[in-house]
């Protein structure tokens, strides 16, 4: 079993940035054997991926909605994986979550087929 705690979100102007951090832990569980996945959902509208880092390489993924502006990074030693979020609009509010797959995804690793899932950290952007 493993869990995922996000924190870093809240209110932010447009324009404005915010750094998202989610903690895995587990019994055995090895952070570095999992890939890692952003998502986001808004009142109304279907769960969509944002960004995704893997397990093996650390090849990153970016949702075209955030791309050029929205940065995922994972620290191994910490158990963390961040998603740094720039130029902000309001249209990325959303209630945002970590997710976890032990090694590759179904699907790839922008897909929502992760068995682990947090319970979300809330980013308003206001304009």
């Known amino acids: 079993q493993v869990q995922l705690v996000e924190s870093g979100g809240g209110l932010v102007q447009a324009g404005g940035s915010l750094r998202l951090s989610c903690a895995a832990s587990?019994?055995?569980?090895?952070?570095?054997?999992?890939?890692m996945g952003w998502f986001r959902q808004a009142p109304g509208k279907e769960r969509e991926s944002v960004a995704a880092?893997?397990?093996?390489?650390?090849?990153?993924y970016n949702g075209d909605s955030v791309k050029g502006r929205f940065t995922i990074s994972r620290d191994n030693a910490k158990n963390t994986v961040y998603l740094q979020m720039n130029s902000l609009k309001p249209e990325d509010t959303a209630v945002y979550y970590c997710a976890a797959e032990k090694w590759q995804v179904p699907g790839g690793p922008l897909s929502d087929k992760y068995d682990y899932w947090g319970q979300g950290t809330q980013v308003t952007v206001s304009s």
């Open positions: 880092v893997t397990w093996s390489d650390d090849r990153t």
């Open positions: 587990g019994r055995t569980f090895t952070f570095s054997d999992y890939t």
